[in-house]
């Protein structure tokens, strides 16, 4: 039996517990939601539900197609056992569509189909504002090698193709997400964090409503009506068609 032990990091979005297992983690999601590097902030009620059961679903997913990941087990509605790494201090951004950052840096309009997927890398480092690193800049921050970032890459697009055509299935658009990938006990380069509405945009396919954390950035209604539609759709309590 895993037993939850201190506390070993609260985040914006969730707590992380050592447990009596030397590399494995117990992590709990909370209802705190952030935008825009922490100056927007609100307690949603159920919004950790949310995102634990939907990340979970996603990683068991990506585990069944053979894409190696940090999740162990769902313990609850908010709790998940997951195994220890030492994160990289990179957020892989994956898009196929323009949104977000990119319309305003490119001047694109958001929506648009990119005719290549694009994959960029961002600094996780919030005294600097995440900033947008060109591969010199990893190499100058030694933040990973040209190897490891081809493995980044190749991963990303992996999870890029899985979850584009899962999401596909429940009439969902992925229009861009992000991921985070650490070392394992053995030096592996494992998936890690969490894939949630919190971390992908996600657009209905027929209406293009936004059914992930935009909702909250940009206050176009309620947050966990939305993360619920994308839970159910994915099987969560009604099976998609
Ligand atoms: O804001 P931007 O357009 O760069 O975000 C790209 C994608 O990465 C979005 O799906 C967003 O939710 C996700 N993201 C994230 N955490 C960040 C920055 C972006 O999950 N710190």
Redesign the pocket.
């Known amino acids: 039996m895993v037993k939850k032990m201190e506390l070993l990091y609260e985040g914006k979005a969730k707590k992380v517990y050592a447990t009596n297992q030397e590399n494995v983690l117990w992590i709990q999601y909370k209802d705190s939601a952030t935008a825009f590097n922490g100056e927007k902030k609100a307690t949603i009620s159920g919004k950790g539900r949310l995102n634990n059961e939907i990340t979970s679903l996603l990683f068991s997913k990506l585990h069944s197609v053979g894409i190696d990941n940090h999740f162990i087990e769902k313990l609850s509605e908010t709790e998940q056992l997951v195994k220890k790494v030492t994160i990289i201090p990179l ?1 892989v ?1 994956v ?1 196929n569509y323009v ?4 319309a305003k840096r490119l001047g694109l309009s958001e929506g648009t189909r990119l005719e290549k997927t694009l994959i960029e890398f ?1 600094y996780k480092n919030d005294d600097l504002g ?1 900033p947008l690193l060109l591969e010199d800049h990893i190499a100058i921050l030694k933040l990973a090698t040209s190897e490891q970032i081809a493995i980044l890459k190749e991963s990303a697009l992996k999870v890029n193709e899985i979850l584009t055509q899962h999401f596909q299935a429940c009439h969902v658009r992925l229009i ?3 991921l985070e990938f650490g070392f394992d006990s053995e030096g592996k380069i494992l998936l890690a964090d969490e894939i949630s509405p ?4 996600l657009w209905d396919m027929d209406t293009n409503e936004k059914l ?2 935009d909702v909250f950035r940009r206050d176009l209604g309620n947050l966990t009506d939305a993360y619920e539609i994308i839970f159910q759709r994915l099987g969560g309590r009604s099976e998609c068609t």
């Open positions: 957020e951004v898009r949104a977000g950052s990119l961002y995440d861009d997400f992000k919190d971390t992908c945009r992930d954390k």
